[in-house]
Each structure stands twice: as C-alpha cells, then as structure tokens.
C-alpha cells in the first residue's frame, strides 16, 4: 500500500507539472502485482501503437493522437485490460491490483463523460444477465428472455441518443453514433449527426457515419435490390448484378462470426441441392484481414461467389443494406426484387422447395 500511495504521489505531481507544457498524451500508470519487464500495450483500431515496460508497479508511456479516441491498454500475451478515452493529455492509469479492468483513469474529459453514461446502462446491463441467468436455470422460457432484453435494449439505446444529443460535441457522442449508426437506421442517424459540431463530424468516426449516409439505402422486402461493384477472393472487381441466377442469396458473414461458421455446413447442402435449378449465393465477408478471409472459405469449403472490400463491419455493400449483425441475408429474385430477409438456413430451404418446383 506505501508503494501504492508513493506512485500516485509522483505521478499526480508529474501531472501538475507538465499538463501546460504537453504537446501530446502521456500516460502514467500504476498497476500492482505485476512482474518487472512485463509488457503493456496501447491499442487503437486493433493496431499497437504504443508500449510501456513495467517496472516497480509503474509503467509510462507518450506520445501524439490525431484526436480523441477510445483506446485499449492490454498486458502482452493476455486479456487483462481495459478501454477508455483519451486525449493529447496527461492521463493517470491507476489500480490496486493486477487487474487492469478495474484502473481508474484521470486527466480525460472524454473518459468522464463515458463514466457518466455507463453508471446509467449499468442497471440495464445487470438486469440483462440476470435474464440470462434465468433462461440458463429454467425460470424463463427463450421467447420471453427476448421479448424482456429487446425492452431492455430499446431503453439503452434511448438513454445512448439522449447522451448523444445532450452532449453533441463528445468523442463519445460520435463513436457511440458510429457504433450504432445501422441499428438506430439512417433517419435518426441524420437527425442526431447534424447537431454535432465541425470537430465531429470531421472526426474518423463521423467520416464513417457521412459515409453510412451517403450508401445506406435499407431496401426492404418488395423493393428492388441494390447493384455495387467489389473485389473477389483474387482482387478482381466484380459487379453484383453479374453474378445473380434465378434466386439469388445475398449473405453477409464473416471468418470470426461463430454462427456463421457454424451454418455453413447446412448452407452448402442447401446450395448443393438447389444450384442446378437456379439458385446462387453470393458471400460479403466483414473480415478486414484477406488471409483470415480466404482461410475461412477454404476451411469451409465454400464453393459459391466470395466478394469483400476488407473494410469490417463499414463494408460498402454492408452500408448500403443496413446490415446491424451477421449472419445476415437477403434472397432475390428473377426480377430484382427482394423476396426474402434473414433467413435461417432451414427456413431458406423450405422457400427454395416451393419456388422452384
């Protein structure tokens, strides 16, 4: 505990010291029971862009952001860590232990912002589990466990849109935007995007969000699909409307989504069955990485059409269909019109059996 308090000491008087003269972020972290030489990693968007030794209970770390944004700091080789907001500031990194998941953080006015809100989703999160908990002990049946967290998801998005709107100039304001963008749909998007201010909108995130505004056409069942342009597994461009057959499935997925991996086994039967009649699919892949991607369809044996721009969940093709989660599909038909959306592989091939007698 003496060793506790002495580091905080010196970090709070290195904090006072240098806040005015500092040009970027510097971190100064306390954690306990940690070896020396062990390996702190700064994360941002999945790429390390900084690290610290840790020696004494104490590591640092400095350097420069564009802007302010939600990183990840992460012991080497494991899954202790913690995320949080911060700025071209002095940040204090504190924890009583070796658990970076409880670290208090000072200096960052976004992360104060991002406290306040969870204190408000906390109770929505704990009810949530407890639902879970519920439906693992009997005690709730699968269609009222959904019914009960769809309601509780729907208050956490309108607690979430009220942060947005009551603080329209916070990073965390616009990355919650971004994350949410394709469930909250183009029209609230809209509404909540044009009351932030230039910082924001010009921010990576609200590139992202203009970007979902620009494609996003959401074409529901009825109206007619949307063609786009993308690369193949060999870089080759490839327009949509060129690969349909009669019936054509639209399947969103990606190598790291486990219901996905795990349908494709009674996807491919269904397309083995139905191909000769006219039925194709076509595969949009969310991955970011080629190598994962390509592995996945060989590892799956994946024999129909594969297209993917790499960009993750802001794939062009994922915007433009307002895809909020995968699996995710649409069946079109000979006509261009959608027939069909998020269609379990059962349910597709009961549709398959009746259309194409």
């Not at 899954?79 to 990194?93: P, T």
């Not at 639902?131 to 699968?142: A, F, I, M, P, Y």
């Not at 909540?192 to 959401?218: D, E, H, P, T």
Request: hydrophobic content about 35%.
């Amino acid at each position: 505990m003496k060793n506790l308090l002495l580091s905080i000491i010196l970090i709070s008087a290195l904090y006072s010291c240098n806040t005015s003269a500092l040009e970027g972020y510097e971190i100064s972290g306390v954690v306990q029971d940690l070896p020396d030489s062990t390996v702190v990693l700064l994360i941002l968007n999945d790429s390390i862009i900084n690290k610290a030794v840790i020696f004494d209970n104490s590591f640092a770390m400095h350097g420069r952001l564009d802007e302010s944004s939600y990183v990840e700091l992460r012991i080497e080789n494991s899954r202790n860590r913690k995320g949080f907001y911060i700025e071209n500031k002095n940040v204090q990194f504190i924890t009583d232990g070796r658990e970076l998941g409880n670290a208090k953080i000072y200096g960052s006015l976004a992360q104060i912002e991002h406290e306040e809100l969870e204190k408000k989703i906390e109770p929505l999160r704990t009810a949530m589990n407890n639902n879970r908990s519920l439906r693992r002990e009997g005690k709730l049946n699968k269609d009222s466990l959904m019914d009960i967290q769809f309601g509780l998801l729907d208050k956490r998005y309108e607690i979430e849109k009220d942060f947005c709107r009551q603080y329209p100039n916070s990073p965390v304001s616009i990355r919650i935007l971004n994350i949410y963008k394709a469930q909250w749909g183009i029209e609230e998007v809209k509404s909540i995007f044009n009351q932030m201010s230039n910082k924001a909108v010009s921010s990576v995130n609200g590139k992202l969000i203009q970007n979902f505004i620009n494609l996003n056409r959401s074409p529901e069942v009825g109206d007619l699909f949307v063609d786009f342009s993308m690369t193949d597994t060999n870089r080759i461009t490839k327009e949509f409307s060129n690969l349909q057959d009669k019936y054509t499935l639209l399947e969103f997925w990606a190598s790291n989504c486990a219901p996905c991996r795990i349908s494709n086994p009674a996807l491919k039967k269904v397309y083995e069955h139905y191909k000769p009649k006219g039925f194709e699919i076509v595969g949009i892949s969310l991955d970011s990485n080629r190598d994962q991607w390509k592995n996945a369809i060989k590892d799956d044996g994946l024999s129909w059409h594969h297209l993917s721009d790499l960009r993750g969940v802001n794939n062009m093709a994922a915007l433009i269909y307002g895809v909020d989660g995968i699996p995710d599909n649409l069946l079109i038909g000979p006509d261009g019109l959608i027939f069909g959306r998020r269609l379990e592989v059962q349910e597709l091939g009961n549709v398959l059996e009746e259309i194409m007698k």
